[in-house]
């Protein structure tokens, strides 16, 4: 089975924080993405990476910047963490000719 | 551009009734339709997909969708509900780009006992 990690489940931060978000995929897939969910907003595309070293803005990368030094391992950060950054962090991974993407369970980040 | 409306955002319906969860999307190529479901406090699964050939498919626990071009819908069906459907489920499209789905806002299915 596909194995998802984040590293944290809940977070909570102070306005004007760095904070680091931690996703892991064991199965050796090409794709990881970052997304924020928020009710009655589905899923947002923050920023998406097809390649160590590679990345790609997504819908709403304002805010944050993302780090892939290796293939298994996608960096969240947000560099000085705001209060409209609250949200649930979802990462995802998926091979490079699948459409199907896998979760990681979530990190609800609170930012007061 | 795509986009994915699911035009009821709660559905709440009883145990063994059936339920339909809608799903209408827009773009101008053609696409490739998913449902993602989330359990409570958990991350999003694939629930089904259509890719090609029978406009129909299923899943393994009974939902099923139809895709219909002419009405740009993908809307979700189970006929008997159980307890354990209770989730958020989540329509969404992609324009035969592995690496771009567009997410609906989701509709949280909830089944009273």
């Known amino acids: 089975d596909v194995k998802v990690t984040q590293s944290s489940r809940y977070l909570v931060k102070r306005t004007g924080e760095k904070v680091f978000l931690e996703c892991v995929q064991d199965?050796?897939?090409?794709?990881m993405f970052w997304y924020r969910q928020d009710p009655g907003l589905g899923l947002r595309l923050i920023y998406f990476?097809?390649?160590?070293?590679?990345?790609e803005k997504g819908d709403i990368p304002e805010g944050y910047s993302v780090s892939r030094e290796k293939k298994e391992r996608f960096s969240l950060i947000l560099e000085s963490a705001s209060t409209n950054q609250t949200s649930m962090y979802l990462c995802?991974?998926?091979?490079?000719?699948?459409?199907?993407?896998?979760f990681g369970p979530g990190t609800r980040l609170t930012v007061t | 551009a795509q986009s994915v409306t699911q035009l009821d955002s709660q559905v709440p319906v009883f145990e063994e009734a059936p339920v339909e969860l809608r799903c209408n999307y827009s773009?101008?190529?053609?696409?490739?339709l998913f449902w993602y479901v989330q359990y409570p406090n958990q991350g999003l699964q694939l629930l089904l997909k259509?890719?090609?050939?029978?406009?129909l498919v299923e899943s393994i626990n009974g939902f099923e969708a139809e895709f219909n071009k002419s009405q740009t819908s993908f809307h979700l069906r189970k006929p008997s509900v159980h307890i354990s459907d209770t989730a958020e489920y989540f329509c969404a499209v992609s324009a035969a780009s592995y690496d771009k789905v567009i997410f609906g806002p989701g509709t949280s299915l909830s089944v009273i006992p």
């Open positions: 773009s101008s190529v053609s696409v490739y």
């Open positions: 199965m050796d897939h090409e794709n």
């Open positions: 990476s097809y390649d160590v070293k590679m990345k």
């Open positions: 259509y890719l090609s050939g029978s406009t």
């Open positions: 995802a991974s998926s091979t490079s000719t699948s459409y199907e993407q896998y």
